[in-house]
């Protein structure tokens, strides 16, 4: 099996989005750009009267118009194209299992009501036990391939609680690779304190949890900046609520980093209230990390 960086594609703008991010990544590995097309012989129930031929000539014809895409803006880039027929999210999780990085579009509604991530992406992200990035349409910063198009920092939120190898290394080697700066967001909150003096006891201990928090957050990452040197690391350890800090950290970002814990149950989204909230209202691309 060779590495690539793979990307699904439905003839969408933002599967179209995804490609551009796709490609100078994987530039930035070094790896070829894979571009998969999952469609179905099963009727539309939108459009009954389209026969299978007239799908499957539009099934070989998303893909190949996305390759001649890249090699327009991203000539030199090694690039491979595959159709397969089947369930979208089986076929992409097939997908993700293949490659280094699985890459999705995701539709966007505006700044208000942010990110909607369709049904196959977030099945995708339930699902894998490897990377994927979500990538909303927008406009670029600059023209397509020109070098800089991406600006920005590398955004990650952890939870000291439950480190995770997996999402630390995803972050660094990322921002190593793209010369990028890496803010980790860490936020908490109080204990249940009980009791008539409850505020004033939160009072007190607020100084010296900010102190243990912000001591045990610079543990965590101290090997990783052992071992990316070149990173320029902010730390930001606050008191508050993860989901939204994330957010306000996340606005102007290159890419945002979460975790996923891996799951056997058929039950619930799979994807926890934080990286939930992340994926339906981030505008920037969003990088779910599974782990254990």
Same mark, same amino acid.
């Given at each position: 099996?060779?590495?690539?960086?793979?990307?699904?594609?439905?003839?969408?703008? @933002?599967?179209? &989005?995804?490609?551009?991010? $796709? %490609?100078? /990544? +994987?530039?930035?590995?070094? *790896?070829?750009? =894979?571009?998969?097309?999952?469609?179905?012989?099963?009727?539309?129930?939108?459009?009954?009267?389209?026969?299978?031929?007239?799908?499957?000539?539009?099934?070989?014809?998303?893909?190949?118009?996305?390759?001649?895409?890249?090699?327009?803006?991203?000539?030199?880039?090694?690039?491979?194209?595959?159709?397969?027929?089947? @369930?979208?999210? &089986?076929?992409?999780?097939? $997908? %993700?299992? /293949? +490659?280094?990085?699985?890459? *999705?579009?995701? =539709?966007?509604?505006?700044?208000?009501?942010?990110?909607?991530?369709?049904?196959?992406?977030?099945?995708?992200?339930?699902?894998?036990?490897?990377?994927?990035?979500?990538?909303?349409?927008?406009?670029?910063?600059?023209?397509?391939?020109?070098?800089?198009?991406?600006?920005?920092?590398?955004?990650?939120?952890?939870?000291?609680?439950?480190?995770?190898?997996?999402?630390?290394?995803?972050?660094?080697?990322?921002?190593?690779?793209?010369?990028?700066?890496?803010?980790?967001?860490?936020?908490?909150?109080?204990?249940?304190?009980?009791?008539?003096?409850?505020?004033?006891?939160?009072?007190?201990?607020?100084?010296?949890?900010?102190?243990?928090?912000?001591?045990?957050?610079?543990?965590?990452?101290?090997?990783?900046?052992?071992?990316?040197?070149?990173?320029?690391?902010?730390?930001?350890?606050?008191?508050?609520?993860?989901?939204?800090?994330?957010?306000?950290?996340?606005?102007?970002?290159?890419?945002?980093?979460?975790?996923?814990?891996?799951?056997?149950?058929?039950?619930?989204?799979?994807?926890?209230?934080?990286?939930?909230?992340?994926?339906?209202?981030?505008?920037?691309?969003?990088?779910?990390?599974?782990?254990?």
């Amino acid at each position: 099996m060779s590495r690539t960086v793979t990307v699904g594609l439905d003839g969408s703008r @933002e599967s179209m &989005a995804a490609v551009d991010w $796709a %490609a100078r /990544e +994987a530039l930035a590995r070094g *790896l070829p750009l =894979r571009l998969v097309h999952a469609w179905d012989l099963e009727p539309d129930v939108h459009t009954p009267l389209i026969g299978p031929d007239t799908r499957r000539h539009w099934a070989e014809r998303t893909p190949r118009k996305a390759a001649e895409w890249v090699h327009r803006h991203h000539p030199g880039l090694k690039v491979e194209t595959a159709m397969r027929c089947g @369930e979208p999210a &089986a076929v992409l999780c097939e $997908a %993700a299992n /293949e +490659a280094d990085l699985l890459v *999705l579009g995701s =539709r966007g509604l505006g700044a208000i009501a942010g990110f909607v991530v369709g049904s196959v992406s977030l099945a995708v992200v339930a699902r894998t036990r490897h990377p994927v990035v979500l990538v909303r349409d927008q406009e670029p910063q600059v023209s397509a391939g020109a070098p800089g198009a991406v600006n920005g920092d590398v955004v990650l939120g952890v939870d000291i609680s439950h480190p995770c190898d997996e999402l630390l290394e995803f972050a660094f080697a990322h921002a190593d690779r793209h010369r990028a700066g890496l803010r980790v967001v860490h936020s908490w909150n109080f204990p249940l304190v009980w009791g008539s003096d409850a505020a004033a006891a939160a009072v007190v201990l607020k100084g010296d949890l900010e102190a243990a928090k912000t001591d045990a957050l610079a543990a965590v990452l101290l090997p990783w900046r052992n071992k990316f040197p070149e990173v320029r690391v902010t730390e930001e350890c606050r008191l508050g609520r993860p989901a939204s800090d994330l957010l306000a950290a996340a606005r102007g970002a290159r890419l945002v980093v979460v975790g996923r814990r891996n799951r056997t149950s058929s039950i619930g989204t799979h994807t926890g209230p934080v990286t939930h909230s992340v994926l339906h209202h981030c505008a920037a691309p969003v990088a779910v990390v599974p782990h254990d």
